[in-house]
């Protein structure tokens, strides 16, 4: 019994870590999103994010965020830990609640260009696959 439970939680730290981005991954991902900032590339930043489960007016209200974050410019970008006091914001509209929709594991700090209407921005960002992905609002059951 010992040898088996102890197989199993080797196959299951395995199975956790190849789920896991890698720092290479996560430094991909970060110069994905500068260069879509530096290119102003919305199609860029739209192949970023999961839309899963995402309704279409909430994938025009984040498109039009992005465009509107692209005018600004990027200062300067950075991959952080979520902020433990916030992790993820749920709201309503319409009746409907909205959260993520994959598990936030990063935020995307942008400290916007001198001029920009607002200083800087955050962008919830999960994984799916192996990959780190840019999120979107979903509904969620209540």
Known sequence: MKKITIALVGILAVAFVSCTTSPSGESRFQQ???????????????????????????????????????????????????????????????????????????NVKITFKEGAKYKDGTYFVGEKEGKLFLLAPAPIEE
């Not at 999103?33 to 025009?60: G, M, Y």
């Not at 433990?84 to 990063?106: A, C, F, M, Q």
Request: net charge negative.
């Open 32 to 106: 994905a999103v500068e260069t879509a900032f530096q290119n102003h590339d919305i199609s860029e930043l739209d192949k970023l994010t999961c839309w899963d489960r995402v309704p279409e007016a909430r994938r025009k209200a984040t498109m039009e965020l992005y465009a509107r974050d692209l005018k600004f410019g990027a200062k300067d970008i950075e991959l952080t830990p979520p902020d433990p006091r916030s992790p993820d914001i749920e709201w309503k509209k319409d009746g409907i609640t909205y959260k993520s929709n994959l598990e936030v594991l990063k």
